[in-house]
């Protein structure tokens, strides 16, 4: 098992800047790929980012390209998600994530956090 902890959601305006972490315990964090989803009220949770185990491959939406990056530090067991240029649309519960497979489907991905809110205001 692999328990998920994220912190670092909150309120921001519009073109503001939040950084989310998320603190990963149990097994071998390294092994797994790790990502992050976001779900706006009222919709399905969707794919944000992702990156594999080395840290060396990332991956994004098409609306988040350019303005959010995820890291990972193994020796630490986390992962981050840096979000600039915050947008309203931004709004959402963002979720931390964790699966074996290179792939975007949530269904695919394991272990999950409890998620933390960031509302971004106009």
């Known amino acids: 098992q692999v328990q998920l902890v994220e912190s670092g959601g909150g309120l921001v305006q519009a073109g503001g800047s939040l950084r989310l972490s998320c603190a990963a315990s149990?097994?071998?964090?390294?092994?797994?790929?790790m990502a992050w989803f976001r779900q706006a009220p009222g919709k399905e949770r969707e794919f944000v980012a992702r990156?594999?185990?080395?840290?060396?491959?990332?991956d994004y939406a098409d609306s988040v390209k350019g303005r959010f990056t995820i890291s990972r530090d193994n020796a630490k067991n986390t992962v981050s998600l840096q979000m600039n240029s915050l947008k309203p649309e931004d709004t959402a519960v963002y979720y931390c994530?964790?699966?074996?497979?290179?792939?975007?489907?949530?269904?695919?991905?394991?272990?999950w956090g409890q998620g933390t809110q960031v509302t971004v205001s106009s």
């Open positions: 994530s964790g699966g074996t497979f290179w792939l975007t489907a949530q269904s695919t991905y394991t272990y």
């Open positions: 149990g097994r071998t964090f390294s092994n797994y790929v």
């Open positions: 990156i594999n185990w080395s840290g060396t491959n990332t």
